[in-house]
């Protein structure tokens, strides 16, 4: 969040505080990206909660090479990038599929104890975003990625009257608790000295960071992935008319992806949302695209889009069939977009001319 941060506090003309922050954080990710520093040696050795931040060190300078705060080069970026991913990968299942091990991250006691924590999920963010953003071959890291994204959620406490509220810790006073992390051993000890068996544990420890790193990386994501054919992450999908169309379902309906071999296309909302009950449609070449985003307020600020990776060309935006803005899409860099939408839902249209 801290990138974030700092372009908040610049847009809202705090920029003596943006700039003693920005210094902080260069400092930071030159000492990573420029120097071997040791990404094992997290909170204890060995623990692994360092590798959202990793990522986020890696992107953030291969964004911003120019800056004399950073003083890296393209290739030291490059090169901590991929190597920050493999550690992660490292220390996270991978190879078998139980939901308390595929995607969780693994400590230093190994997969028998202690897996599904909230760096499953803040790491999650970190292979996923590598698998949308880097990854020569996205599809592998993308299955991982999203994977560790849901795996915590199996923590959750909850259900209904039926069901007793949970399966973990039935009992309407326990509906919507979660546990920490999961115990694949049948016996053992918390740190807190209580006798524990297999399952949820007790407490939640810091599993709401967890939480909210998932619901920061949720996303739906079209994919044609070489070994299952298309899919639709966090979605459902059709073919209609020439058209994909798919329903956003991943809870935040804030991000939306098409990974293809060769082709990524990205679409990202600020302060909005897409509509629930309407699909995202692309036609096959990416070069039209509509989608229905929810209504809010009439006194709110716009919604922010902002588009990467459409073929190149020059494309009219739609708002309500009105053109508010025309883009010209290059290969890199991202397009942006203030669409007032009031009251009712509305339609947005982005073709190339």
């Given at each position: 969040?801290?990138?974030?941060?700092?372009?908040?506090?610049?847009?809202?003309?705090?920029?003596?505080?943006?700039?003693?922050?920005?210094?902080?954080?260069?400092?930071?990710?030159?000492?990573?990206?420029?120097?071997?520093?040791?990404?094992?040696?997290?909170?204890?050795?060995?623990?692994s909660t360092g590798f959202e931040s990793t990522h986020a060190f890696a992107r953030y300078a291969l964004?911003?090479?120019?800056?004399?705060?950073?003083?890296?080069?393209?290739?030291?970026?490059?090169?901590?990038?991929?190597?920050?991913?493999?550690?992660?990968?490292?220390?996270?299942?991978?190879?078998?599929?139980?939901?308390?091990?595929?995607?969780?991250?693994?400590?230093?006691?190994?997969?028998?104890?202690?897996?599904?924590?909230?760096?499953?999920?803040?790491?999650?963010?970190?292979?996923?975003d590598y698998a949308l953003y880097y990854a020569d071959d996205p599809f592998p890291y993308l299955r991982?990625?999203?994977?560790?994204?849901?795996?915590?959620?199996?923590?959750?406490?909850?259900?209904?009257?039926?069901?007793?509220?949970?399966?973990?810790?039935?009992?309407?006073?326990?509906?919507?608790?979660?546990?920490?992390?999961?115990?694949?051993?049948?016996?053992?000890?918390?740190?807190?000295?209580?006798?524990?068996?297999?399952?949820?544990?007790?407490?939640?420890?810091?599993?709401?960071?967890?939480?909210?790193?998932?619901?920061?990386?949720?996303?739906?994501?079209?994919?044609?992935?070489?070994?299952?054919?298309?899919?639709?992450?966090?979605?459902?999908?059709?073919?209609?008319?020439?058209?994909?169309?798919?329903?956003?379902?991943?809870?935040?309906?804030?991000?939306?992806?098409?990974?293809?071999?060769?082709r990524r296309l990205h679409l990202l909302l600020r302060r909005n949302h897409f509509a629930a009950d309407?699909?995202?449609?692309?036609?096959?070449?990416?070069?039209?695209?509509?989608?229905?985003?929810?209504?809010?307020?009439?006194?709110?600020?716009?919604?922010?889009?902002?588009?990467?990776?459409?073929?190149?060309?020059?494309?009219?935006?739609?708002?309500?069939?009105?053109?508010?803005?025309?883009?010209?899409?290059?290969?890199?860099?991202?397009?942006?977009?203030?669409?007032?939408?009031?009251?009712?839902?509305?339609?947005?249209?982005?073709?190339?001319?």
């Amino acid at each position: 969040m801290i990138e974030e941060l700092i372009e908040e506090l610049d847009a809202a003309g705090r920029r003596d505080q943006a700039r003693e922050l920005r210094g902080h954080w260069e400092t930071k990710i030159h000492q990573f990206v420029s120097g071997r520093t040791n990404l094992f040696g997290s909170e204890y050795p060995f623990d692994s909660t360092g590798f959202e931040s990793t990522h986020a060190f890696a992107r953030y300078a291969l964004r911003h090479l120019g800056r004399d705060g950073l003083g890296v080069t393209s290739e030291q970026a490059t090169a901590f990038l991929h190597r920050q991913i493999q550690l992660n990968i490292g220390c996270r299942g991978w190879l078998e599929t139980a939901c308390y091990l595929y995607g969780s991250d693994i400590r230093g006691c190994g997969n028998a104890h202690y897996t599904l924590s909230y760096m499953s999920q803040m790491g999650g963010w970190a292979i996923l975003d590598y698998a949308l953003y880097y990854a020569d071959d996205p599809f592998p890291y993308l299955r991982l990625g999203y994977a560790s994204l849901l795996s915590s959620w199996a923590l959750m406490n909850t259900g209904t009257p039926a069901s007793n509220y949970g399966y973990w810790f039935p009992g309407p006073e326990n509906d919507g608790g979660a546990g920490g992390g999961f115990e694949p051993a049948p016996y053992g000890t918390t740190w807190l000295g209580q006798p524990h068996h297999r399952g949820s544990w007790y407490y939640g420890c810091e599993i709401d960071l967890g939480f909210s790193g998932a619901l920061r990386a949720a996303a739906t994501i079209y994919a044609e992935d070489p070994l299952f054919g298309p899919i639709a992450y966090g979605g459902t999908w059709e073919h209609h008319d020439g058209e994909v169309c798919v329903w956003p379902k991943d809870g935040g309906r804030r991000r939306f992806h098409v990974v293809r071999p060769g082709r990524r296309l990205h679409l990202l909302l600020r302060r909005n949302h897409f509509a629930a009950d309407a699909p995202v449609c692309f036609d096959d070449s990416l070069s039209s695209l509509r989608f229905d985003l929810e209504g809010c307020e009439a006194a709110g600020p716009p919604a922010v889009l902002r588009v990467s990776g459409l073929p190149e060309g020059v494309y009219g935006v739609h708002l309500n069939g009105q053109c508010l803005a025309t883009w010209a899409a290059a290969p890199e860099g991202d397009l942006e977009a203030h669409l007032p939408v009031r009251g009712t839902p509305s339609e947005v249209r982005i073709c190339r001319q």
